[in-house]
Nanobody, 115 residues
Framework: QVQLVESGGGLVQTGGSLRLSCRAS????????MGWYRQAPGKQREVVAG???????SYADSVKGRFTISRDTAKNTVYLQMNSLKPEDTGVYYC?????????WGQGTQVTVSS
């Protein structure tokens, strides 16, 4: 059974930091590259960071230099360290495998950055 459980979101002021966590089932975590996605109010969901099984990372231009993705294989967990947060980072954050299409999503975790 696919399981994706995100946590760590919250309300933070501009310039603040948050660390998101996502525990994934082994059927996804051990097979695929993983990513963090963001859905801002009124916008489509977008990938903000990705990490391969080998640890190579990639970032959307909007978060490059501020966000860091990592994974803990012992815990089947993906993290997103978010620093220097901006109001435009506000949204619901999800993790999932990096794919053109994902049919199952977790509940996500809300991040709100106040100005």
């Amino acid at each position: 059974q696919v399981q994706l459980v995100e946590s760590g979101g919250g309300l933070v002021q501009t310039g603040g930091s948050l660390r998101l966590s996502c525990r994934a089932s082994g059927s996804i975590f051990n097979v695929y590259a993983m990513g963090w996605y963001r859905q801002a109010p009124g916008k489509q969901r977008e990938v903000v960071a990705g990490i391969t099984r080998g640890g190579s990372t990639s970032y959307a231009d909007s978060v490059k230099g501020r966000f860091t993705i990592s994974r803990d294989t012992a815990k089947n967990t993906v993290y997103l360290q978010m620093n220097s947060l901006k109001p435009e980072d506000t949204g619901v954050y999800y993790c999932n495998k990096l794919a053109e299409r994902n049919d199952y999503w977790g509940q996500g975790t809300q991040v709100t950055v106040s100005s």
